[in-house]
């Protein structure tokens, strides 16, 4: 291929190892089972919702699961919303329309 | 794009056009170039999220370098497992930019015609761009990705399965789309050259441009040439338009621009090849 301006800075690193990085980090959690995470989620999100609800009043949308991986350590992270006294009243007034 | 006219995009409704990324034949570049394109229309200061289609062999999370931040996917949605916005991952380097994993785990038949509209539906109200990447065949998975399109980028190699299969997509594009079975305007194709090595077309060993217009018959939309900067985005997980500036990057921005109606000259590389362009444009025209 032909010389273009910016092919004369300097060449980063290489790539392929990070490459093989990426993919010995994904396939290590992908071949552990630890992949099932996302299928049990939707219930422990279910389950969470009704146990808190149990004690004050959220809509669905106000429980938030995500999981993070950060070199060997998975964290799964709960994030739940609490209703402010204003709050309380007021829906959500954007035009998604919030089936149940 | 200025500041004033990004500032001017956001306070638009968003414009939820579908443009799907598709070929029949595998390993043409669709999942490069749905990421590149997402990424190029997201620069631009419009909203776009793109969608992994490829169920059970996700990897566009991997191109956008998102794969760590997978936790909820579109079948999780599409099964009212998860809300969409859980689903969706926000890009670290344009926040314009969102992407909808696919499942890792579960096969094709887990998508579902309403399933799909519902998210494409609830999509187009945030975004003005959501672009589907398409597996390859032309089964289920491939015909639910097309069906809602408004546009089409037919990704093809200048290469005799890869044309011969975009040939077939391009009739189904016209035949099994929602477009098409309601009777309104078609789906808009155009044809996305990809791999595209002049030194082979020149030994006589590839097809020119031209050879693969005439076949299919419809309009280019860009020319993308075989580069390295492909591999070497891919390995660090950055879609090839947010990376060092390259033939392949520039080749993609330019079918971008073209893509949202510019007027942008056709080139090969560095190259402008008037004589070339000037004949296919008069074709196609
Ligand atoms: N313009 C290009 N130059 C060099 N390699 C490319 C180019 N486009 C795609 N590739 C490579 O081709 C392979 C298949 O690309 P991919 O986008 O996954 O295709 P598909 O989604 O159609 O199966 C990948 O290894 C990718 O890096
Ligand atoms: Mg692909």
């Given at each position: 291929m032909s010389l273009f301006g910016f092919s004369l800075k300097p060449r980063r690193p290489k790539t392929a190892q990070t490459a093989k990085d990426r993919l010995q980090i994904l396939l290590a959690h992908e071949r552990s089972g630890s992949s099932q995470v996302p299928d049990y989620l939707p219930k422990l999100q279910q389950d969470i919702l009704e146990v808190i609800r149990k004690y004050m009043t959220i809509a669905e949308d106000d429980v938030d699961i995500r999981v993070e991986h950060k070199d060997d350590i998975s964290s799964l992270e709960i994030n739940i919303e609490m209703p402010t006294p204003e709050q309380k009243k007021s829906g959500a007034q954007t035009s998604k329309p919030a089936k149940s | 794009?200025?500041?004033?006219?990004?500032?001017?995009?956001?306070?638009?409704?968003?414009?939820?056009?579908?443009?799907?990324?598709?070929?029949?034949?595998?390993?043409?570049?669709?999942?490069?170039?749905?990421?590149?394109?997402?990424?190029?229309?997201?620069?631009?200061?419009?909203?776009?999220?793109?969608?992994?289609?490829?169920?059970?062999?996700?990897?566009?999370?991997?191109?956008?370098?998102?794969?760590?931040?997978?936790?909820?996917?579109?079948?999780?949605?599409?099964?009212?497992?998860?809300?969409?916005?859980?689903?969706?991952?926000?890009?670290?380097?344009?926040?314009?930019?969102?992407?909808?994993?696919?499942?890792?785990?579960?096969?094709?038949?887990?998508?579902?015609?309403?399933?799909?509209?519902?998210?494409?539906?609830?999509?187009?109200?945030?975004?003005?761009?959501?672009?589907?990447?398409?597996?390859?065949?032309?089964?289920?998975?491939?015909?639910?990705?097309?069906?809602?399109?408004?546009?089409?980028?037919?990704?093809?190699?200048?290469?005799?399965?890869?044309?011969?299969?975009?040939?077939?997509?391009?009739?189904?594009?016209?035949?099994?789309?929602?477009?098409?079975?309601?009777?309104?305007?078609?789906?808009?194709?155009?044809?996305?050259?990809?791999?595209?090595?002049?030194?082979?077309?020149?030994?006589?060993?590839?097809?020119?441009i031209e050879d693969v217009l005439e076949i299919l018959a419809v309009p280019l939309l860009g020319v993308i040439p075989e580069s390295p900067a492909v591999l070497r985005a891919s390995n660090v997980g950055t879609p090839v338009v947010l990376d060092e500036p390259s033939a392949a990057s520039r080749a993609y921005e330019d079918a971008v621009a073209r893509l949202l109606g510019e007027e942008v000259e056709m080139r090969i590389g560095n190259e402008k090849r008037p004589g070339l362009f000037g004949r296919i444009f008069g074709r196609s025209a």
């Open positions: - | 794009m200025t500041k004033t006219e990004d500032k001017a995009l956001k306070d638009k409704a968003p414009l939820g056009k579908v443009i799907v990324i598709t070929s029949g034949k595998g390993g043409v570049g669709k999942t490069t170039s749905a990421a590149a394109i997402s990424a190029a229309l997201a620069k631009r200061g419009h909203k776009t999220v793109v969608i992994d289609f490829d169920v059970g062999l996700r990897n566009l999370d991997m191109i956008m370098g998102c794969e760590r931040r997978v936790v909820f996917d579109f079948i999780n949605v599409i099964q009212g497992e998860a809300r969409l916005k859980q689903a969706l991952i926000k890009d670290k380097r344009l926040d314009t930019l969102s992407i909808l994993p696919t499942s890792q785990t579960r096969d094709k038949d887990a998508l579902t015609q309403d399933g799909v509209e519902k998210v494409l539906n609830e999509l187009k109200e945030e975004f003005d761009y959501i672009v589907c990447d398409s597996p390859a065949g032309i089964e289920r998975g491939a015909q639910l990705a097309m069906y809602f399109a408004d546009e089409a980028v037919v990704v093809t190699n200048p290469e005799v399965s890869s044309v011969r299969d975009s040939d077939r997509v391009l009739g189904l594009l016209s035949s099994k789309t929602k477009r098409a079975e309601t009777g309104g305007d078609e789906v808009k194709a155009q044809v996305l050259l990809t791999r595209h090595d002049q030194r082979r077309i020149d030994a006589g060993e590839m097809m020119t």
